[in-house]
């Protein structure tokens, strides 16, 4: 209501602005005219008067001057005498005076003026306790007094333009009379009220004067919807009791409204802007300031100087240059309801004006509402600055809406939007959800929660649409996104395995999910795979050693589960050696060579000692595992030659092989040949043998036929025996 106010009062304003461009004209003509009155009438470019006759001023003393000066009309309600469309120019006094009747009459459409700007006490129209008066649409200019009222009852002044007076309307005493629809520009007061009772002001426009509208020492009256612009002083109430100041439009000067010594007034739904002090109370009680728009004010948007009992409720005060609410050496006085915010120099400030330690005003109702901040933090409480130490306890903010950028809710699960919000007066709340409306009502000003159900898996965009009575509105936007954020679990936590090394990796593991099982994964691809049902196997024969595995099971939207296990592959079989046999040799004959065979799966070490003395030793991998140690050169004597075979498993296994070395047999044949004499008788023979040493075989060559077959048939035996060894390895494994 106060928005369309300040509407209308901009145009009120343009017509004011026209009229003035209209008044020039009427101006020049009338000091153009000849100081003769003529027999003419007059044109006249304001209201609607469209023509006026010239006339000296009249003066009516009685009811019967109406009739003795032949003004038509009877002096009745229905049928009051008439004096209309008269121009009148005056030197000195009044252009038209009525005193002391109490006849139904009507001055209407007349063109009044002096012949120079006065400030002395010329005027326009002079009632003086008179009852029943209406002054109706004329055009007053350049007289002391365009309109003045004094001790009468019952009177109207309406429609009137009255211009550069020094003093537009004026009434003093007067009683249940209206001043309504008037356009006033005028010097020092626009319109004078004073000292009257049960007097309305309805919808006057004033410009241009020192005091658009001055109220004084009046009582039970009424100030409505005037527009008061361009003034030092819009508007100024003194000593007024029980007067209601009711949808006025105050803009500029000094002060918008003041109202000082007074008491019991409302001040209600003005629109206060532009000026000094936008509202002004000083040594006031019990006065009332509700629903007023005061904004643009430069320094304060309301003062109240010790002011007693005084009520500031449900006013927007924002934007102000000044304070918003300046409380000064003021007691008792009440403060809640009101939208608060962005004013440049504090949005409120109570002081005591001396050291006292508690506020002396509330700025709340004491029972749960407070003021409306802009700098509103959702905070339990409000400190205002001042040295009064007080505070509004139930704070809240003008219009305040905070929800999450992006709210995430699990599919299959309702969840609860809620936004932060705030306003002091809340009127009506709405929540769509992809344009569609999902709940509206009342809004107490207070968070607003969004219940939201069955939604599936995507990206919603809802909105909370929130409004004030104030005329505030404000929207939110949220992005709720609906996904399934829950992960897969292990039906049975897998755990780490052990293997035998040479054995094959074969290990399942298995998660549920509401979703199923998109994937399983692992961490080492390079020597394992697992299958889309989570089986584990490797990919070739593992080496001895252990592996840390990662295992991950996924659902459809990418969430998992982790597991961690050790593989560790172990090797607790012993190396194996096919025994060589024992070996006996002679002493000087050639050393021979003592073979062991012997497999594992993993490299071993071997040693090899002779009577506890290293005398071999290295490491053995791949395919062949032969183990070739040469006796050497040995005496007579027997040997312990030991294997000492270890695998990478730590696995041991060790051969023991028994060398002996015999003493060289030599046989030595000593033979006596006999000498034979003969005895000739022609010739005597002597014959000598010299006798030798033959070193005999060991045995007799059949034995060694025999100890050959032996050797073989041993060498065949030892060869199945590993063959056979081998097979069982090759065909079952250890």
């Keep these: 209501m106060a928005r369309r106010q300040v509407a209308s009062g901009s145009g009120r304003i343009l017509m004011i602005l026209a009229l003035l461009l209209l008044l020039l004209p009427l101006i020049s003509a009338v000091e153009s005219s000849s100081s003769t009155i003529e027999s003419e009438s007059v044109s006249s470019p304001f209201s609607s008067v469209t023509s006026a006759t010239p006339h000296a001023p009249i ?42 009747t109490d006849a139904y009459f009507v001055i209407r459409d007349c063109i009044l003026d002096v012949e120079e700007p006065d400030d002395g006490w010329t005027s326009g129209v002079l009632l003086e306790r008179v009852l029943h008066a209406r002054v109706e649409n004329c055009n007053i200019s350049r007289v002391a007094y365009g309109i003045k009222m004094i001790k009468s009852l019952e009177c109207h002044v309406s429609d009137n333009i009255l211009d550069l007076a020094k003093n537009g309307i004026e009434v003093d005493r007067v009683y249940n009379c209206s001043i309504i629809d008037n356009h006033v520009i005028g010097r020092k007061y626009g319109i004078h009220i004073l000292k009257s009772n049960l007097l309305t002001a309805f919808e006057n426009h004033v410009n241009g004067a020192d005091v658009g509208i001055l109220v004084e020492d009046t009582h039970d009256s009424f100030i409505r919807e005037n527009i008061v612009a361009d003034s030092d002083w819009a508007s100024y109430f ?63 948007a309301f003062y109240l100087g010790r002011s007693n009992m005084c009520f500031l409720t449900r006013n927007i005060i924002e934007r102000n240059t000044g304070v918003g609410v300046h409380l000064q050496e003021s007691t008792d006085c009440w403060v809640y309801g009101n939208e608060i915010g962005w004013n440049t120099k504090g949005n409120a400030k109570d002081l005591a004006g001396s050291p006292l330690a508690a506020s002396l005003n509330h700025w709340d109702d004491e029972i749960g509402l407070g003021n409306g901040w802009s700098e509103f933090a959702f905070t339990m409480t409000y400190s205002v600055p001042g040295d009064c130490n007080a505070a509004d306890k139930y704070p809240s903010a003008i219009l305040a809406v905070i929800g999450p950028d992006i709210f995430n809710l699990e599919v299959g699960i309702d969840g609860i939007l809620q936004w932060n919000a705030s306003a002091i007066w809340p009127e009506y709340f709405e929540i769509q959800m992809e344009d569609i409306i ?196 040995l005496s007579a004597g027997v040997y312990d030659f030991v294997l000492l075979l270890t695998d990478e498993g730590g696995n041991r296994i060790e051969d023991h092989v028994t060398v002996e070395v015999l003493e060289p047999k030599t046989k030595t044949s000593i033979t006596t040949t006999p000498t034979t004499t003969k005895t000739e008788t022609q ?34 035996v030892i060869v199945v025996m590993f063959l056979q060894r081998r097979g069982i390895n090759s065909v079952g494994g250890r």
């Design 683 to 716: 010739t005597t023979d002597t014959s000598t043998t010299t006798s030798g040493t033959t070193t005999q075989p060991l045995g007799d060559p059949s034995m060694y036929a025999v100890s050959l077959g032996i050797g073989i048939t041993l060498a065949v």
């Design 59 to 100: 003066s009516i003393t009685s009811n019967a001057d109406f009739e003795s000066q032949g003004w038509p009309g009877s002096g009745s309600i229905d049928d009051p005498f008439v004096i209309e469309g008269l121009f009148i120019r005056i030197e000195e006094g009044s252009c038209i005076s009525v005193y002391k």
């Design 438 to 633: 999902i709940a509206s009502g009342a809004w107490n000003g207070k968070d607003v929660n969004a219940e939201l159900m069955g939604l599936d898996i995507g990206i919603y965009h809802c909105s909370l649409f929130v409004n004030t009575t104030s005329g505030r509105s404000k929207t939110d936007f949220v992005t709720v996104v609906v996904a399934d954020r829950t992960s897969p679990v292990w039906t049975i936590q897998p755990s780490s395995q052990e293997l035998e090394l040479g054995s094959r990796f074969d290990y399942s593991v298995a998660a549920i999910d509401s979703f199923g099982i998109a994937k399983y994964w692992i961490n080492d691809t390079a020597r394992f795979d697992i299958d889309s049902i989570g089986r584990i196997t490797d990919r070739h024969v593992l080496a001895l050693g252990t592996y840390g595995l990662e295992l991950r099971a996924f659902d459809p939207s990418d969430n998992h589960c982790t597991a961690s296990i050790q593989v560790v592959v172990k090797d607790t079989v012993k190396p194996v050696v096919i025994e060589p046999g024992d070996i006996t040799f002679v002493e000087g004959e050639a050393a021979p060579e003592i073979v062991w065979y012997a497999e594992d799966l993993s490299p071993v070490k071997f040693e090899v000692f002779k009577n506890e003395t290293l005398v071999a030793g290295g490491h053995l991998s791949g395919e062949d595992y032969t183990i070739r140690v040469s006796v050497g050169e």
């Design 238 to 300: 003194y000593s007024c009791t029980n007067t209601e100041i009711m949808s006025n439009i105050f803009i500029g000067g000094q002060v918008g409204l003041d109202i000082e010594y007074s008491s019991s007034c409302l001040v209600s739904e003005n629109v206060i802007h532009h000026a000094g002090y936008g509202a002004y109370s000083y040594s006031s009680t019990d006065c009332e300031f509700t629903r007023n728009l005061v904004h643009s004010n430069t320094i304060a």
